[in-house]
């Protein structure tokens, strides 16, 4: 029954062991795996001394968004990216607000497969000129991902992302931007402490990460969640900030955004949702480091959704959630300053955006 199944695929990054055990290459987490049984995460199993995923394009959720939803706001600004995930992840954090997904193991007797052809497919037929692999940890689907990202870009001038932890070993991350995934929405979650406590993981690998995927000409942008008591002190803001400045360059969108209680925050005492104060404090703290462009999430409507320009703080880009337009007091020609020239049409400083800009009203919609 399983070699039916196509979501149970062998693995590409193992080593076998003495005994029919392997060694998973994934994650960071390095399963060795006994036969018969499965990884941390649940989705890699050990049958008969080799190592197989169960969830080669078993997607359980699928929709087209705006990719300023991810969030990458300086990357092929106002396009669709066709979004899917799967199930399962490597770390362990209490907040999770995709617990639906990301705390549910795969089964295999209800796998809904998806090819990478289909997948193609379906993004052209939704106008979407982009993936995004996302929902849970998607280096969970590293296979998956490859093939989906080598067909995305045979099919034309497409796009390819990640919305991810980036606890992905060095040589998955290599073969990720080998199979041209264009821009990872990063989350970096904390301090060594916080890391280690709440996600079971060492921030040390998710810095190299960053600055290897950087290194390797991928764009990066990201995003921490702001948690009341976790990780919203001074001290974890303020070096957050100062390497993200140090590692990625102060060009590097950071994206700070406001918490909701999900999955086991209560038992963590979390009950209120992260004042604005302290999501303004952490936009000074990102300033006073550095960096050219913050912004606050999940405060609909806030002056600090929009790009400004770093230069002369003339407004250059005014966001509704993932709504964007840009504003600017002479309307002529604007759209084509700043999102083609990619330049303020004040004082004509270069603005970092990635990509090409696509000109259309959007929406989120599920497929
Ligand atoms: S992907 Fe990570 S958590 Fe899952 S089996 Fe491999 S090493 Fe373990
Ligand atoms: S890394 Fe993301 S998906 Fe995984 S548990 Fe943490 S918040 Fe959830």
């Known amino acids: 029954m399983l070699s039916k199944n196509p979501c149970i695929h062998e693995a590409i990054l193992y080593e076998e ?6 060694r998973c290459g994934v994650c960071e987490r390095t399963c060795v795996i006994l036969k018969g049984e499965r990884g941390f995460c649940k ?14 394009g078993d997607i359980s959720s699928i929709s087209a968004n705006p990719i300023e939803k991810k969030p990458l706001f300086h990357f092929w600004p106002r396009s669709y990216a066709l979004t899917i995930g799967s199930w399962s992840c490597n770390f362990t954090c209490p907040w999770c607000q995709n617990c639906g997904i990301s705390k549910t193991a795969p089964n295999i007797r209800k796998s809904r497969y998806m090819s990478p052809e289909a997948f193609e497919k379906t993004m052209k037929a939704n106008e979407c000129v982009g993936s995004s692999i996302s929902f849970n940890e998607p280096t969970l689907l590293l296979e998956y991902s490859l093939d ?9 001038p497409y ?9 992905m070993t060095e040589e998955a991350l290599k073969l990720l931007i080998e199979h041209k995934c264009d821009a990872f929405a990063a989350n970096m979650k904390g301090d060594a402490e ?28 990201v995003i921490t969640l ?14 957050i900030a100062t390497r993200i400045h140090e590692v990625l360059g102060k060009d590097t969108p950071w994206h700070c955004t406001r918490f909701h209680q999900a999955y086991k925050s209560r038992d963590l005492g979390l009950k209120e949702k992260t004042p604005i104060s302290t999501l303004e404090k952490a936009y000074e703290i990102g300033k006073d480091a550095g960096l050219e462009y913050i912004y606050l999430g999940n405060v609909p409507g806030h002056e600090y959704e929009n790009t400004y320009c770093p230069s002369c703080n003339e407004l250059l880009i005014k966001r509704f959630i993932f709504d964007s337009q840009v504003f600017f007091k002479a309307k002529k020609r604007i759209d084509d300053v700043i999102y083609f020239e990619k330049r303020c049409p004040s004082c004509g400083k270069s603005i970092a955006i990635q990509g090409e800009c696509i000109l259309k009203e959007k929406t989120s919609f599920r497929l």
Request: charged letters at 25%; one cysteine or more; hydrophobic letters at 40%.
């Open 43 to 56: 989705t890699r199993e050990n049958i008969d001394g080799k190592l197989f995923t169960l969830i080669y």
């Open 194 to 221: 916080v890391v280690k406590k709440y996600c079971g993981a060492d921030v040390e690998l998710v810095w190299r990460n960053l600055k290897l995927a950087k290194e390797m000409g991928a764009h990066v942008e």
């Open 226 to 239: 702001v948690i009341p008591t976790i990780n919203d002190n001074e001290q974890i803001l303020t070096e």
């Open 17 to 22: 062991l003495p005994n029919k055990k392997v």
């Open 159 to 167: 796009y390819n992302t990640y919305v991810t932890n980036m606890y």
């Open 148 to 156: 989906v990202f080598d067909i995305v870009k045979e099919a034309g």
